[in-house]
């Protein structure tokens, strides 16, 4: 007994010693503390966010995410575009094999090339009954009414017809070079080999494929030019097409987009706070608060994502959100669920509770002292409300499945995947209370005081929306899809699970397709 | 002393900034000093709170009490600049280190807090932090365990030891005198 008393003298004599004690530190601390404050031209620099180390690797994170999703996109475009090429060509290899398809126009033999007046290509008239697909070789049977200038030209992929232009001339063919790393088709006749098929080419349609990024692509590369038929390919490709149609296929299917949109969002709480419990002797009593106010943030979004050919898609792409929210805590105690306050006495107690935030768990402790002679009863209850802030910023990266249904411009868009969100700044503060409580006030200097209890750095979740995309022309759309987003539970710092929040917002923005 | 114009400090006004160190300097140094090992150090934390409490003022919503505001930045900021002179902040074992049992004479010259801050200074770092956490913050052993990621046992176990040898310092240093 005499030595607790003697440690409560101890105590009482440090405290009251330090109470008001104040020391000047040396002369030049102003200096010095205004040598590394900011001045006003540079208290915002221009790239601020780079003195912050985790906005710095996020931003290097967004970087690689970015262009790697870029360069996939280029290069599944033009693997695409050169896989349709080969098709078409394909198509006119059978066409020629089996001379049965009459919608494609027949490759022009040599004499075609040289003879400009001649008929190769039979055209059927209006009153032949006979589908052509079972005499496409018997020319004689059909009246051969059409001079060159008419020759039709079928689109395999639309089923369009249009005059098939004039073979190319052999100046034609010599100002038009394909460069391969196994020949060189030059103006000299001899370099220009002919095939079984089509003995003179002409390679003008392929010549953008000439300045394709050959580079991001090295498996084209090598499917095409590598090929020892990669000429003929080409040579074939523009014979049987003409020029810029054999490209059409390919620019009719559009399968990749890049978008920016935005989303007001509603933070949704899932279940009532558990009542508070009485705590057993020597553990610290811990309370939930009931929250008001709502929970309003929006955030903005950069994505991108490539639709396959079936209604089956991929998206990914970079969010930040900021989410600034003020709450009021409305908690509840009976004086006897307190504890006393060691350094203080027995006329004062402390009441502490969770704070349920947005991005992790915080613990507050209210501390307080009687304000009159008589004592508090037991079950005399104390209301008070508390106000917190948090300051919260996240850098949202999800990565999504998307099925997209309907042909029509206002498709039906489905979206869901897993969601990694990362704090870049999370901050909470809790700045005054209200005592509700006749016989007690705040302790004062000390009144209340909050502890963050490991506040969340990284957060795995899920996101998933369902909305519609409209067609505005060929590559612009405009989006419109409820969305939902939340975290998986995970334990918090302080033992218990974090409530299973999630946020519901509306997507909208704009996509811009290739 | 006149309160210091907050918005100002807010938008870099030096003056009023200037104003506002002027207020707070002396309460946050004795804190300071309290945790530090030295004076040095302590002029080190000082300098490195302030800078913090002007980048973070806008975050003080005014309503609350504005010395606790910046006591509370204070005392973080002297925790952290510890836990970079230390990495193991708190997990001083009572055997492994040499506790000094001689300290100066109490100087009845000088007031009492003075002389208390000669003998925080010489008790291990760990013990001088949970016994400034306990005693003149008022924190309970499971926030300070939450601060300073040890267990509550540790916490009491530390504070008790750094009350005896505190007890056994002052007490050698008033008959020192």
């Keep these: ?514 | 002393m006149t309160e210091p114009n907050l918005i100002d400090c807010i938008n870099g006004d030096r003056k009023a900034q200037k104003a506002f160190f002027e207020r707070y300097k002396g309460k946050m140094f004795a804190l300071c000093l309290r945790y530090a090992n030295a004076r040095e150090d302590a002029e080190d934390m000082l300098q490195e709170g302030f800078v913090k409490v002007f980048r973070d003022l806008n975050q003080y919503s005014g309503v609350g009490n504005l010395e606790g505001w910046v006591r509370k930045v204070m005392v973080n900021t002297a925790l952290q600049h510890l836990q970079r002179q230390k990495k193991e902040l708190i997990t001083v074992d009572i055997d492994d280190i040499d506790l000094p049992d001689q300290s100066d004479a109490y100087d009845p010259e000088e007031v009492p807090a003075q002389n208390l801050i000669k003998i925080l200074q010489l008790l291990p770092v760990g013990f001088r932090t949970v016994f400034n956490l306990h005693i003149l913050e008022g924190r309970t052993h499971p926030e300070i365990a939450e601060i300073l990621g040890i267990s509550v046992g540790t916490s009491k176990s530390q504070l008790m030891r750094a009350k005896a040898h505190f007890r056994q310092l002052l007490e050698n240093s008033l008959t020192a005198s």
Aim: charged share 20%.
């Design chain 1, 1 to 514: 007994m005499e030595k607790n008393n003697y440690n409560n003298q101890l105590d009482d004599f440090v405290q009251k010693s330090f109470d008001d004690y104040e020391e000047n530190p040396s002369s030049n601390m102003w200096d010095r503390i205004e040598a590394d404050l900011p001045t006003k031209d540079n208290k915002r620099p221009l790239v601020w966010w780079w003195t912050n180390d985790r906005l710095r690797w996020a931003a290097a994170a967004a970087m690689i995410v970015l262009v790697g999703s870029t360069v996939l996109c280029i290069r599944y475009y033009y693997e695409q575009k050169i896989l349709a090429i080969e098709r078409a060509h394909q198509e006119g290899i059978k066409a020629n094999q089996y001379g049965t398809v009459p919608n494609i126009a027949p490759m022009p033999s040599r004499e075609s090339t040289t003879q400009d007046t001649s008929i190769s290509t039979p055209v059927l008239t209006e009153k032949d009954a006979t589908p052509s697909l079972s005499r496409p070789n018997k020319p004689k049977n059909i009246v051969p009414i059409a001079t060159q200038t008419d020759r039709l030209m079928t689109n395999p992929v639309s089923g369009q017809s249009r005059p098939l232009p004039s073979p190319p001339s052999r100046e034609k063919i010599v100002a038009n070079q394909i460069q391969t790393p196994n020949k060189v088709v030059t103006n000299d006749p001899k370099n220009i080999e002919p095939t079984a098929s089509q003995p003179d080419a002409a390679p003008p349609a392929i010549a953008d494929l000439a300045l394709l990024p050959m580079a991001l692509i090295p498996t084209v590369r090598k499917q095409v030019l590598d090929d020892p038929q990669g000429v003929i390919h080409l040579k074939a490709v523009a014979l049987d097409f003409s020029s810029k149609p054999s490209i059409i296929p390919v620019k009719k299917h559009l399968n990749w987009y890049i978008g920016i949109s935005g989303t007001p969002r509603l933070l949704v709480r899932q279940g009532k706070p558990p009542a508070a419990t009485t705590p057993s002797p020597g553990q610290r009593p811990r309370y939930r608060a009931e929250q008001d106010g709502p929970d309003l943030s929006s955030d903005i979004w950069v994505r991108g994502g490539v639709q396959f050919q079936s209604p089956f898609g991929i998206e990914t792409g970079i969010g930040f959100q900021n989410v600034e929210r003020q709450s009021n805590h409305k908690v509840r105690f009976a004086y006897r669920e307190g504890t006393f306050i060691p350094s203080t006495g027995t006329r004062s107690k402390q009441f502490n509770y969770d704070l349920n935030t947005y991005g992790g768990e915080a613990s507050v402790t209210l501390r307080t002292e009687e304000n009159t002679a008589q004592s508090p009863g037991d079950d005399e209850a104390i209301r008070a409300t508390i106000v917190s802030k948090e300051q919260i910023q996240l850098l949202h990266v999800p990565l999504l499945g998307v099925v997209r249904l309907g042909q029509h411009k206002t498709q039906l868009v489905i979206k869901a995947g897993l969601q990694g969100s990362w704090f870049l700044k999370n901050e909470v503060a809790v700045s005054t209370f209200d005592l509700n409580a006749s016989r007690l006030r705040p302790l004062p200097g000390r009144g209340i005081s909050l502890v963050y209890d490991k506040p969340n750095t990284f957060k795995l979740g899920y996101a998933v929306s369902a909305g519609i995309e409209y067609r505005l022309n060929q590559h612009w759309r405009l989006l419109a899809t409820p969305a939902m987003s939340g975290y998986f539970k995970q334990k918090s710092g302080a033992g218990n699970k974090n409530q299973g929040n999630f946020t519901a917002g509306l997507h909208l923005g704009t996509q811009y397709w290739f």
